[in-house]
T-cell receptor, first 110, second 113 residues
């Protein structure tokens, strides 16, 4: 499974877009990129995942570069409730278990 | 609210005590997981059950004993723990065919004195 690198922390103003980067330069062709977040005192929550095309759901958008070596999670209008640790995970195949890295602590400020 | 329920929310136990953590889900998921999370660290996988059978044990000490009595329940039995075992214990579940799309509970915060 590919190693991912994320900045340890980021700030974002409330109402603005939060763009969280993730580097996965060793990702292989069958590895998906998954994003989870963990709000303080809660369990991790699935956000979105993708292989090569950009993806969007009700929570966020995932932009994957054409060479697939990096991706960006976009929260279009961040709120205070989006303050959390965001984890980017690259996993291949259809099985294999979720292993969390250090993640990015996003602080949304008023 | 989460669809995976963990009890108790908090537990304080002595090093000679025996206690159990409980996890319950009614989503029909047949894969269930225990993760351990120390303060300011990411969750670490401990055990995986698939169709009520233990499929992965990530070299967890025997003082932690998992049990999956049926498809909805997952227990973690604790005995002779050490203070360094104090952590947030997270349970999760998923479809067996989708082991990356996990539903997590909010955890049991365990303190070993």
């Amino acid at each position: 499974d590919a190693k991912t690198t994320q900045p340890p922390s980021m700030d974002c103003a409330e109402g603005r877009a939060a763009n969280l980067p993730c580097n996965h330069s060793t990702i292989s062709g069958n590895e998906y990129v998954y994003w989870y977040r963990q709000i303080h005192s809660q369990g991790p929550q699935y956000i979105i995942h993708g292989l090569k095309n950009n993806e969007t759901n009700e929570m966020a958008s995932l932009i994957i570069t054409e060479d697939r070596k990096s991706s960006t999670l976009i929260l279009p209008h961040a709120t205070l409730r989006d303050t959390a640790v965001y984890y980017c995970i690259a996993l291949g195949g259809s099985q294999g278990n979720l292993i969390f890295g250090k993640g990015t602590k996003l602080s949304v400020k008023p | 609210d989460t669809e995976v329920t963990q009890t108790p929310k908090h537990l304080v136990m002595g090093m000679t005590n025996k206690k159990s953590l409980k996890c319950e889900q009614h989503m029909g998921h047949r894969a269930m997981y225990w993760y351990k999370q120390k303060a300011k660290k990411p969750p670490e996988l401990m055990f995986v059950y698939s169709y009520e059978k233990l499929s992965i044990n990530e070299s967890v000490p025997s003082r932690f004993s998992p049990e999956c009595p049926n498809s909805s329940l997952l227990n973690l039995h604790l005995h002779a723990l050490q203070p360094e075992d104090s952590a947030l214990y997270l349970c999760a579940s998923s479809l067996p065919t989708s082991t990356r799309l996990l539903h997590f509970g909010n955890g049991t915060r365990l303190t070993v004195t």
